[in-house]
């Protein structure tokens, strides 16, 4: 079967998941994304690219930051942009989310950008909706977040031009994060040289040597000697049971100090998709420090959504 | 068949002392890219105009965007230089529709307001679909629709064109 997110000519129509995307389709969407960044420095912030295309936010789950900068840069390709917050309710599964899309679609919608609890909604949108309307997922439950995946794949080019030579550690609650998945997917498919996912066994499982990278349960040996640390959110809502002793048990063992920094590259950098819990995964000195790039990766966001909002909407199924 | 010849070292002497009459103080060159960003670059230096020569690109602002989605290889606008208040030349290998012009015009507005811009270019095909046209250019041609004609660049920066047979 073909890959839902391309067309006959491979040419990408949605964006719904980083895994089965070719190595060429990821550069070329990093590549236009430098070009779009410099849009931000301009006199006039915006380029005519979705002038008269309704661009529809729907997020099912709460989000501030991925939706504000979808938004963002969707009016900064001159679209026009409808925010639908759609708290979850019970019923709101299966026909009743293509009822929405229906309707949304009767109102001329050009694109859905959606986040949802569920895994696979966003494909489910894309198999049901009409052939013109491009989807990209916003997030879906634990299994995509392609656009942060993106968004820390041009992070770690524009600090490390190359990915041949880099490893790559991704340190915390594995098991629940969409974000690690989509840069386990782009790192591999990108050619990082080596990728570790680095947390206690209850939140990175050992079958996530399957997708091809080094589980370390130490975090001294996770670290060491990385160029990229991209750290995660522990992800309080998502916790059902116990899975950890405590916020600060957890802090002590794998929280990134400038301590356990010292242990990477000296010119590694620090990551994190946001929002921080501060003295929780990351010390506040590290988060603040001069090796991290958190908020060069939000302004890198904007791009990297302009880049693949306007290339979808450009091609044809 | 064809018996075109169009030698592009000759004529982009000709260009150069063109785009000389051209340029007024405060004035500035902007290749559009990819070949015009050539041109410009070899003019910036021949003519020896201080600083680097503007590159510009159509991408965001194309008409046939919906049709042809984003370009694979659509270059990058940079202007090394304040576009508000300048005598911009902007510079292009083959002159066709005028919609490549047209966009690049809108381009460089998003960067400012320049005192005035004017277009040169090597060659001149016929063809336009826009009221715009050059106020120099080194060579006019016909060719059928069909035809493709652009400009190439060696290793050794030496110009020659490319002619082929389109769809």
Same mark, same amino acid.
């Given at each position: ?12 129509? @949605? ?11 990821? @550069? ?22 979705? #002038?008269?295309? /309704?661009?529809?936010n729907l997020f099912f789950e709460n989000s ?62 894309? #198999? ?6 491009? %989807? ?6 634990? @299994? ?13 080019? @524009? ?11 991704i340190v915390g609650d594995l098991v629940h ?15 990082? =040289?080596? %990728? ?27 670290? #060491?000697? =990385? ?14 049971? +116990?899975?950890?002793? /405590? ?45 991290? %790039? ?8 904007? +791009?990297?959504?302009? +880049?693949?909002?306007?290339?979808? +909407?450009?091609?044809?199924? | ?7 592009a070292e000759a004529l982009y002497r000709d ?17 559009? !890219?990819?070949?015009? *960003? !050539? ?12 600083? $680097? ?19 694979? $290889? *659509? ?27 047209? *966009? ?41 629709? *069909? ?6 660049? $060696? ?13």
């Amino acid at each position: 079967m073909r890959n839902p997110q391309l067309n006959k000519h491979g040419e990408l129509i @949605h964006l719904l998941s980083i895994e089965g995307l070719p190595r060429a389709v990821l @550069h070329q969407l990093l590549d236009t994304a430098g070009s779009f960044l410099s849009v931000n420095e301009r006199e006039v912030k915006k380029v005519p690219l979705l #002038r008269g295309k /309704s661009v529809f936010n729907l997020f099912f789950e709460n989000s501030t930051r991925t939706r504000t900068t979808f938004e963002i840069a969707a009016k900064r390709l001159s679209a026009d942009v409808i925010n639908l917050d759609i708290a979850r309710s019970s019923t709101a599964k299966g026909e009743s989310l293509l009822d929405t899309i229906a309707n949304l679609s009767a109102m001329h919608a050009d694109m859905f950008v959606v986040r949802h609890s569920e895994s696979g909604a966003p494909y489910l949108i894309a #198999r049901h909706c009409a052939p013109h309307v491009h %989807v990209v997922n916003a997030g879906d439950g634990r @299994h995509a977040h392609p656009t942060q995946g993106l968004l820390d794949m041009y992070t770690i080019r @524009h600090y490390k031009q190359d990915f041949a030579n880099l490893v790559v550690a991704i340190v915390g609650d594995l098991v629940h994060s969409r974000v690690a998945r989509s840069d386990i997917h782009a790192l591999t498919t990108l050619g990082a =040289a080596e %990728v570790r996912a680095v947390g206690p066994k209850t939140l990175v499982p050992g079958d996530l040597k399957e997708m091809g990278v080094r589980v370390c349960h130490d975090m001294a040996e996770g670290i #060491r000697d =990385a160029d990229v640390i991209i750290m995660l959110r522990l992800q309080n809502e998502r916790m059902s049971g +116990a899975m950890l002793p /405590s916020a600060g048990e957890f802090f002590k063992n794998y929280g990134l100090t400038e301590e356990k920094l010292a242990l990477a590259k000296p010119d590694a950098i620090v990551m994190h998709p946001g929002p921080i819990n501060r003295g929780v995964e990351i010390d506040s000195a590290v988060a603040d420090g001069k090796q991290s %790039v958190i908020l060069p990766q939000v302004t890198f966001g904007i +791009a990297v959504r302009m +880049a693949v909002m306007s290339t979808i +909407a450009g091609n044809n199924p | 068949m064809s018996t075109l010849h169009l030698d592009a070292e000759a004529l982009y002497r000709d260009l150069a002392g063109g785009v000389r009459g051209l340029l007024q103080p405060n004035g500035a060159l902007v290749g559009i !890219w990819s070949g015009g *960003a !050539w041109l410009a670059e070899r003019l910036q230096q021949d003519l020896k105009l201080e600083g $680097d020569c503007g590159v510009i690109s159509s991408a965001m602002h194309r008409d046939d965007f919906d049709k042809r989605g984003l370009s694979s $290889d *659509a270059g990058q606008t940079r202007l090394p230089f304040e576009i508000e208040g300048r005598h911009v030349v902007l510079i292009d290998d083959v002159l066709y529709t005028g919609r490549t012009t047209r *966009a690049v015009i809108n381009e460089l507005f998003d960067f400012g307001r320049p005192a005035s811009v004017t277009l040169a270019v090597l060659v001149d095909r016929g063809g336009r679909e826009l009221p715009i046209q050059p106020a120099y250019s080194a060579a006019r041609i016909t060719l059928p629709p *069909a035809r493709r004609l652009s400009l190439a660049r $060696d290793e050794a920066g030496r110009f020659s064109f490319n002619i082929e047979e389109g769809e």
